[in-house]
């Protein structure tokens, strides 16, 4: 059974940094590409990343460019999402989601979603 | 990027009757186009992808069409757990987007 299970949202004031990861199992996770979503009542879901089955690629949605870094580790099954000078904006549920495979970016099996609040 | 319109915002129908939700590109995806359904308090759930193929465990009551710019999912007989909100999502370029969801409630 495919079983993905975000950590390390939280609260955290605007300017700071958090790490949210992925812990994901019941697949072969070297062989599937990965993404972040984020989801508000205001804005509904957002994407916000997807990288590559190497790393290789990343991308990123621009109201998060140069600010988030996605990165992934097959050492540790794990699905990383590095986020830096958060606003007021970023505050989100943040779901972690596999692909269908080593191209196909539609998430079939997504996390419980972490919720990050940014806060003054 | 390419922005999706879904319609009607919100659909007011009966248990057993057909639903029928509209996904509008601003421009061709082909037919790189996902229906999620999500309720209450639980993350997206993939029901098809790439515009008509239904997703792993999906009863056949679902089905999607279209390309290019429209797209339809249908609910062919609504069931009670039906209810719920539902997404179109693209992935013809980057970034990938979501439409703004239609909820089917219950009339």
């Known amino acids: 059974e495919v079983q993905l299970l975000e950590s390390g949202g939280g609260l955290v004031q605007p300017g700071g940094s958090l790490r949210l990861s992925c812990a994901a199992s019941g697949f072969t996770f070297s062989s599937y590409v990965l993404t972040w979503v984020r989801q508000t009542p205001q804005r509904g879901l957002e994407w916000v990343s997807g990288?590559?089955?190497?790393?290789?690629?990343?991308y990123y949605a621009d109201s998060v460019k140069g600010r988030f870094t996605i990165s992934r580790d097959s050492s540790k099954n794990t699905l990383y999402l590095q986020m830096n000078s958060l606003t007021a904006e970023d505050t989100a549920i943040y779901y972690c989601?596999?692909?269908?495979?080593?191209?196909?970016?539609?998430?079939?099996?997504w996390g419980q979603g972490a919720l990050v609040t940014v806060f003054s | 990027e390419i922005v999706l319109t879904q319609s009607p915002a919100t659909l007011s129908l009966s248990p057993g009757e057909r639903a029928t939700l509209s996904c509008r590109a601003s421009?061709?995806?082909?037919?790189?186009l996902a229906w999620f359904q999500q309720k209450p308090g639980q993350a997206p759930r993939l029901l098809i992808y790439d515009a008509s193929n239904r997703a792993t465990g999906i009863p056949a009551r679902f089905s999607g069409s279209g390309s290019g710019t429209d797209f339809t999912l249908t609910i062919s007989s609504l069931e009670p757990e039906d209810f719920a909100v539902y997404y179109c999502?693209?992935?013809?370029?980057?970034?990938?987007?979501f439409g703004g969801g239609t909820k089917v409630e219950i009339k």
């Open positions: 990288i590559t089955v190497g790393g290789a690629g990343t």
């Open positions: 999502q693209h992935r013809h370029n980057w970034p990938l987007t």
């Open positions: 421009q061709s995806v082909s037919r790189s």
């Open positions: 989601a596999k692909g269908r495979d080593d191209s196909n970016w539609f998430g079939d099996s």
